[in-house]
């Protein structure tokens, strides 16, 4: 009997070290992403900002990167265990957070080359051609706000259908996965209203209301790499055909 039990765990609890280990890298990545680029592209004159800080902004994007990829990667490691739990959940998940969402960190990334390439052109270039690049500029910027209106709304409901399989689970806590539902669902809310121009970007009330769900993410993690999977939940699921079969 503990041979049975022991191998369902001991795979998950893994899984659950991992799963926090990128949680917290990819939370560490977008705040490095923001003190590096964030305020510059923020700046009305963001191209001579940019075309003067060439690296942070090169830096900044590999953290866009790499923020896209560990958060890209929780859904893919987290499908194997949740399809047991909820397999619609799961597959939801999966489209939103390790698709939607990691595909548009790399649109944003690319965002933030072109923007480098644009800007050092319009500092070499004179009146009048530099309003071309302006409206250049304004383009991608727009497209980069489009972007991130997309992730807005992706992350959120990903978040939604996660932290709802795991509450109907019991896999953590039912306090974590309860706040990880309420956070989500704020910030769903200001996703919306960003949608509809209602808030500014990077707004004091914005940051205020994600707090929320960036402390939950942490805890969680914390709690995951501490801690792991509740074992009852996962036992009672993977092994409860071969309890049954050696209980025969």
Do not use: C
Request: aromatic letters at 8%.
């Amino acid at each position: 009997m503990n041979t049975i039990k022991g191998s369902p765990n001991g795979t998950n609890r893994k899984t659950a070290m991992i799963v926090g280990v990128l949680y917290i890298i990819g939370t560490i990545a977008g705040v490095l992403s923001l003190v590096f680029g964030g305020s510059l592209l923020n700046d009305p004159d963001y191209l001579i900002k940019v075309s003067a800080n060439e690296n942070r902004i090169i830096i900044g994007a590999l953290f866009v990167l790499t923020m896209g990829l560990a958060l890209a990667m929780i859904p893919a490691v987290m499908f194997p265990v949740l399809k047991k739990q909820h397999e619609g959940l799961a597959v939801g998940y999966i489209v939103f957070r390790g698709g939607l969402e990691t595909v548009s960190y790399i649109a944003m990334m690319i965002s933030w080359l072109l923007l480098i390439a644009l800007s050092q052109e319009y500092v070499k270039a004179g009146a009048p051609d530099a309003s071309y690049f302006q409206t250049l500029g304004a383009l991608v910027m727009k497209g980069h706000d489009s972007i991130r209106s997309i992730l807005e709304i992706a992350f959120p409901l990903g978040a939604l259908m996660f932290y709802t399989a795991l509450y109907r689970s019991r896999l953590i806590p039912r306090w974590i996965s309860g706040w990880g539902l309420i956070a989500a669902t704020i910030s769903l809310a200001l996703g919306l209203l960003g949608v509809f121009h209602l808030i500014t970007p990077m707004s004091t009330i914005q940051v205020v209301l994600s707090l929320p769900i960036a402390l939950q993410e942490m805890v969680m993690a914390v709690w995951l790499i501490v801690k792991g999977f509740n074992g009852s939940p996962i036992i009672d699921n993977v092994g409860s055909v071969q309890v049954a079969m050696s209980q025969a």
